[in-house]
């Protein structure tokens, strides 16, 4: 009698010691893993910006502007163009459009692109003389997620390597294209193209970090490199 309660004393004792062994190891995994999952501002941005950028593309290919009897058609090709100024609220913002049939380089309110999850907002954070982010937002048309710098803290956004200004465009094959696509005096002409020849890179930086976007010259295809 008395071994057979020492034997359930002793099973009790490791049973114990299991359980302290468990929840050592949950409180371990916790610690790792929690950290990890707080939001990153700076990621969410970046994953925004090349989710859009890939969305520009996309509409470049799909709305070839290709017309025979307009001798500027390249010049409404589908961009990405930053800015920031007093219609932005003095913050970093992006506007995806066409600019067409004007051609005059800046994004009219019915050359936007339309959200596809919601028809009644414009893809723009804000431009000059077209679409104002207000600061309490009553009458903004636009997205707010669109003006990175309000909603992630994005403080700078800078273009180099293959690409430079502040836009990125797209032809009807997703080929990257550099600057204003309205000072172009063809579509292909040698010095006046634009085509993307090297990796180009989007450097977006907050207060305490920053990260690249690339896109590669020829396929367009754009990635972050954390």
Request: aromatic share 8%.
């Amino acid at each position: 009698m008395e071994e057979s309660s020492n034997s359930r004393l002793l099973h009790s004792a490791f049973t114990m010691l299991e359980l302290i062994f468990v929840i050592v190891v949950i409180g371990i995994l916790a610690a790792t893993i929690i950290p990890s999952t707080k939001t990153n501002p700076l990621q969410e941005a970046a994953i925004q910006l090349v989710s859009h950028i890939r969305y520009t593309q996309h509409l470049a290919m799909i709305d070839d502007k290709y017309d025979s009897n307009d001798a500027e058609w390249h010049k409404g090709r589908w961009q990405i163009v930053f800015s920031n100024n007093v219609k932005t609220n003095n913050q970093e913002a992006y506007t995806i459009f066409s600019d067409t049939p004007i051609y005059s380089g800046d994004p009219t309110v019915t050359e936007i692109a339309k959200n596809p999850q919601n028809n009644n907002l414009l893809m723009s954070g804000g431009y000059t003389g077209t679409v104002k982010l207000d600061v309490n937002h009553n009458s903004f048309i636009g997205m707010k997620k669109l003006n990175i710098g309000m909603s992630y803290g994005i403080d700078d956004v800078s273009l180099d390597g293959g690409c430079s200004n502040s836009r990125i465009s797209f032809d009807y094959l997703g080929r990257p294209f550099t600057g204003d696509q309205s000072t172009m005096t063809g579509p292909y002409s040698a010095g006046t193209q634009r085509l993307i020849t090297s990796v180009c890179n989007i450097t977006i930086s907050s207060e305490i970090d920053s990260i690249t976007i690339t896109i590669e010259p020829e396929t367009g295809y754009a990635k972050i490199n954390f």
